[in-house]
């Protein structure tokens, strides 16, 4: 659905639109990752989360392709190397390590895990928005100096 939206906004003019998705699917994850750990059932947690996951991975979805589009030809491979093992060693290394800190530290309950998982939420999701918005101006500058630098064969 990632790739489908970021087409669709493409064709109605907006270029930068992998980025935008990416806004929409942190956006869209927000709530459902902050109340998913908090819901009373496992029927409404795993809904919740069935919404997070599915709007986290719009943002996989176009992300990669985000940066192939900035990256020439002949550096493609590498920065998508360099972009994997950065979201793996964060995403991995930090995410698990980070709420298993709430819960030992912050919490200080090994039964408070559902509250670490939302206050995880709560720290990343709004700084992801705000960075990816922020990031739209410098993206289109990017795409534009890609788009001259294919067509003349020299940046601008």
Not at 17 to 28: D, L, Q, T
Request: aromatic share 12%; hydrophobic share 50%.
């Amino acid at each position: 659905c990632g790739g489908w939206l970021a087409t669709s906004l493409n064709k109605r003019g907006y270029y930068d639109a992998n980025m935008r998705v990416m806004i929409i699917g942190a956006a869209a994850s927000g709530l459902p990752y902050v109340v998913g750990p908090l819901m009373p059932t496992a029927i409404l947690a795993m809904s919740c989360m069935a919404v997070a996951i599915f709007s986290t991975q719009m943002i996989a979805a176009v992300c990669v392709a985000a940066t192939q589009l900035i990256t020439p030809n002949q550096l493609r491979g590498q920065a998508a190397a360099i972009f994997l093992l950065l979201i793996n060693l964060i995403g991995f290394g930090l995410g698990s390590t980070g709420i298993a800190f709430f819960t030992d530290f912050v919490f200080a309950r090994d039964d408070a895990l559902h509250y670490s998982m939302a206050l995880s939420a709560v720290l990343v999701i709004p700084p992801s928005i705000y960075f990816y918005w922020r990031a739209l101006p410098a993206y289109r500058d990017c795409l534009q100096e890609s788009k001259e630098f294919t067509e003349t064969g020299h940046a601008s």
